[in-house]
């Protein structure tokens, strides 16, 4: 046993240390970007003279499957900027029969990883931890995307929908992107210059993946660990939107001729909200809701004997979604939230909620959330509440602390279910 403990011991210390040694892409890439008064046409011809007059990020580093080398398909990239938008160019090289497009739907990503691409990944927060993925393929399809952390690896959530402008333009020997995202899609703190940045680009041709700043082969091409810098020529101070209102209005009309029985009129209505109580802390309100625009699941055949996890798609329980979930190990999490609002296969009306979450200082994140379901014929109505606290440690480590309670407030008879469920737990990542 204590010949155990030391080993375990010495390969935290181990690792620890190393991930101290780390060289800080940070430090290593620095991309200049300068502000434009300039009317930015996103049309794909880069003919706008802000674009000559910014700096270039090249050459790319390969990725995958060897990460050691430049890449051969050649990219430059460009980033300028006013008080509205982040304006984004790419200039592809790559003759135009070789290029490969396998899917123009939008928000695909195993199809857009797939295809000739490119991708910005940007860490606003500048906390390694949180960040935006912005892609377009040859095709012109888009798709944006939350990253959080899930274990060791930086994972993009594709059901975070904004949204931005691109255009794509294809020529005989290259392929050319431009993009422009509204800073109110982001959140960050007003008076920085500096944001965490790379740029990913596909080559299928050649089948390989490159970055702008180097990622080691087996993370992922949008680690947020290893970004480099996006430097602005002075400090941030661009109109960000501080409440967002999504109210809903819905009706129905039945009539049942077979048993002479009058029309039935049905109406509903609810609202969402999203309020920005600082630039980094998030509050959400949701009324009613009834996830009429949410996307269907993917069709999934399940041969194992356990049950399947399908991604949460439901606005509300989105941003910062991996404050919450991001808890236990693969098949083992002592919240999911997609079980709100349903049980034993039957859907369950949520009557209300609220939801804080975001950073408080620099390297502390909170989350909390309060959920209330309504009875139904057959169950009982909820309390849900969910309490996360997770601390930032040397370069990339984490303390977490969890908290969560269902707890039955209005039984229904019949409804066998426990009165309560409560779960308590800290990791350390």
Do not use: C
Request: hydrophobic share 40%.
């Amino acid at each position: 046993m204590r010949q155990a403990f030391l080993i375990a011991a010495f390969a935290l210390v181990t690792s620890l240390l190393f991930s101290q040694a780390q060289v800080d892409n940070r430090e290593r890439f620095l991309l200049n970007v300068q502000k434009t008064s300039e009317l930015i046409l996103i049309d794909g011809e880069l003919n706008e003279s802000a674009w000559t007059q910014t700096s270039v990020a090249t050459p790319f580093f390969n990725k995958w499957p060897t990460d050691s080398g430049y890449a051969d398909a050649k990219t430059d990239v460009k980033v300028i900027f006013n008080d509205e938008y982040i304006y984004v160019s790419a200039v592809n090289y790559q003759a135009k029969k070789d290029l490969i497009i396998q899917t123009l739907k939008r928000d695909q990503l195993d199809s857009y990883w797939n295809s000739e691409n490119f991708s910005i990944v940007v860490d606003p927060m500048n906390q390694k931890s949180t960040g935006f993925m912005f892609g377009v393929n040859a095709g012109g399809s888009q798709i944006e995307a939350s990253i959080n952390i899930l274990g060791a690896w930086s994972v993009p959530n594709e059901n975070w929908d904004n949204k931005w402008f691109s255009a794509v333009k294809v020529l005989e020997d290259r392929w050319i992107v431009e993009m422009a995202i509204p800073f109110t899609v982001l959140r960050f703190k007003k008076g920085v210059n500096e944001w965490g940045v790379n740029f990913v680009r596909t080559d299928m041709k050649r089948n390989a993946y490159s970055t702008w700043a180097q990622v080691p082969v087996q993370l992922n091409g949008v680690d947020l660990g290893h970004l480099g810098t996006l430097q602005f020529d002075g400090a941030l101070s661009p109109r960000q939107s501080r409440v967002t209102l999504i109210p809903y209005l819905s009706g129905s009309n039945t009539q049942d001729f077979e048993e002479g029985e009058d029309a039935k009129l049905d109406a509903n209505a609810g609202l969402d909200a999203k309020i920005a109580l600082t630039s980094s802390l998030n509050l959400d309100l949701t009324y009613n809701p009834d996830f009429s625009n949410v996307d269907v699941d993917k069709q999934v055949t399940n041969v194992t004997r356990f049950s399947i996890f399908f991604p949460e798609r439901r606005n509300f329980f989105l941003e910062n979604a991996d404050l919450f979930s991001n808890y236990g190990s693969w098949m083992v999490r002592p919240f999911f939230s997609r079980k709100i609002g349903i049980q034993e296969g039957e859907p369950i009306p949520i009557q209300m909620g609220a939801r804080i979450t975001g950073n408080i200082t620099k390297s502390l994140r909170v989350g909390v959330m309060d959920i209330q379901t309504k009875s139904t014929d057959e169950f009982s109505a909820n309390n849900y509440f969910v309490a996360s606290l997770q601390q930032r440690v040397f370069n990339r480590s984490t303390l977490k602390f969890f908290a969560g309670n269902r707890q039955t407030n209005e039984v229904v008879e019949g409804d066998i279910s426990d009165e309560y469920n409560r779960t308590y737990g800290g990791e350390f990542q």
